[in-house]
């Protein structure tokens, strides 16, 4: 009761919260959005979603053709594009939707333009988000869609996603309605400005999300194979007797949950990443290794206040929460006896504090039976932090599927 009374009173406190931020300036730091809204049908769910981050500088008339893996099946396709990190208005003349045969070429009669609000061309505020209208048919599940933008005048901070672990291509000049590969010549293992896919499924049917770092986001799988644990988790929920069938992955590489660095930290970009997506139920939360091994004086304390004000702002929005333990990382160059006493009570926290509304043990999945601060070979990437396609498998495998609908 006492610790039901505390997760009340925190989540109140975050309510309060909100609320001041709603009626402050709307002026401060426009780039970094963390207060996005989903827009759009109400029995929309994401079918894909990849988090944003700072991806260089926008190149004027550059296309990109970006390859994505559908999760849940439905009609009413719609996708999210993002300025988020832009620091002057952006601007789409031509968008297109179709499915990939093979590389950068299509299905023949696949490929459909996108419009926004009626036309053909959106300008997307910088720090904004934009959704385009549905696009009648349907998109089947585990299917490569591939989205095709160009924009006319990119220029400064653009916004994508850096390690997709999947081939996308580009091109100068707007080749966006073609459907042959010819134009597209060039590679990039980044998706750039989309960040979200949805669809409409059948009714009754949810998402999940994954929040996490480099290990969600896939690194030490196999690229074009979609083979990240998210990925199996996907597979499994399409022949699953459960109402939750989609999979959006919001991994970042590097990412922690407290502090920005690689992309904003986990409370920092939870609204626009996770909780702003159609359609979700509930939240899988896996972070906390980066926190835990970069020596930056965090203590378990200050990691575990972390996860209270991610497991408060998500039920405060309605959503379950997962929280899954932290794997082992014995081997890696920057592990050391105090990380791994963090990791521990970290872990203590997870599996017993009750304020979860599940657990998935992901260390129990991973360690030696040898040694349990070390990663099992059998599943070990080859870094002793990042698992291969087994490892990938053998969580996804984890996961009680029946814990993602748990009716919040």
Same mark, same amino acid.
């Given at each position: 009761m006492t610790a +039901?009374?505390?997760?009340?009173?925190?989540?109140? *406190? =975050?309510?309060?919260?909100?609320?001041?931020?709603?009626?402050?300036?709307?002026?401060?730091q426009p780039q970094i959005p963390t207060q996005v809204k989903a827009v759009g049908n109400p029995t929309s769910v994401i079918t894909w979603g990849a988090s944003a981050d700072r991806l260089g500088d926008g190149v004027a008339d550059r296309g990109y053709r970006l390859v994505v893996h559908t999760s849940v099946a439905g009609s009413e396709l719609r996708i999210r594009l993002s300025n988020a990190f832009g620091d002057r208005p952006l601007?789409?003349?031509?968008?297109?939707?179709?499915?990939?045969?093979?590389?950068?070429?299509?299905?023949? @009669?696949?490929?459909?333009? =996108?419009?926004?609000?009626?036309? +053909?061309?959106?300008?997307?505020?910088?720090?904004?988000?934009?959704?385009?209208d549905p696009l009648s048919g349907k998109v089947p599940a585990a299917t490569n869609l591939v989205v095709s933008i160009h924009s006319p005048d990119a220029a400064g901070p653009a916004t994508g996603h850096g390690m997709a672990m999947q081939t996308s291509y580009a091109t100068q000049g707007d080749h966006?309605?073609?459907?042959?590969?010819?134009?597209?010549?060039?590679?990039?293992g980044s998706w750039y400005y989309l960040d979200a896919v949805s669809v409409r499924p059948s009714a009754g049917t949810g998402a999940v999300v994954t929040l996490g770092d480099s290990i969600t986001d896939g690194w030490a799988s196999t690229t074009d194979q979609n083979r990240r644990w998210p990925d199996y988790l996907a597979r499994r929920l399409q022949s699953a007797g459960t109402s939750v069938k989609g999979v959006a992955n919001e991994g970042? !590489? @590097?990412?922690?949950?407290?502090? /920005?660095? *690689?992309?904003?930290? *986990?409370?920092?970009?939870?609204?626009?990443?996770?909780?702003?997506?159609?359609?979700? +139920?509930?939240?899988?939360?896996?972070?906390?290794?980066n926190d835990i091994k970069s020596h930056s004086g965090v203590t378990a304390q200050d990691l575990i206040a972390g996860y209270r004000e991610i497991? /408060?702002?998500?039920? *405060?929005?309605?959503?379950?929460?997962?929280?899954?333990?932290?794997?082992?990382?014995?081997?890696?160059?920057?592990?050391?006896?105090? @990380?791994?006493?963090? +990791?521990?009570?970290?872990?203590?926290?997870?599996? !017993?504090?009750?304020?979860? /509304?599940?657990?998935?043990?992901? /260390?129990?999945? =991973?360690?030696?039976?040898?040694?349990?601060?070390?990663? =099992?070979?059998?599943?070990?990437?080859?870094?002793?932090?990042?698992?291969?396609?087994k490892g990938m498998a053998a969580m996804a495998d984890a996961v009680d599927l029946k814990s993602l609908d748990c009716g919040k």
């Open positions: +039901r009374r505390a997760r009340l009173r925190r989540t109140a *406190a =975050l309510l309060l919260l909100a609320a001041a931020f709603q009626a402050g300036p709307a002026h401060a601007t789409f003349d031509s968008v297109y939707a179709g499915v990939q045969k093979t590389g950068a070429a299509l299905v023949p @009669g696949s490929n459909r333009r =996108l419009t926004f609000d009626g036309e +053909r061309s959106v300008t997307i505020p910088a720090g904004a988000v934009a959704y385009s966006t309605g073609e459907e042959g590969a010819a134009a597209w010549t060039d590679t990039t970042i !590489s @590097g990412n922690k949950v407290l502090a /920005d660095g *690689a992309g904003q930290s *986990a409370l920092n970009r939870l609204q626009r990443d996770v909780l702003s997506q159609p359609g979700v +139920r509930t939240v899988f939360l896996f972070e906390g290794v497991i /408060d702002r998500a039920h *405060a929005a309605g959503k379950c929460v997962v929280g899954a333990t932290v794997g082992p990382f014995k081997g890696w160059p920057e592990w050391d006896a105090a @990380g791994e006493a963090v +990791r521990q009570e970290v872990n203590q926290f997870i599996r !017993s504090s009750g304020e979860l /509304d599940a657990v998935t043990d992901f /260390d129990h999945i =991973l360690r030696s039976p040898y040694d349990q601060e070390r990663m =099992l070979p059998f599943l070990d990437g080859g870094d002793h932090i990042h698992p291969n396609d």
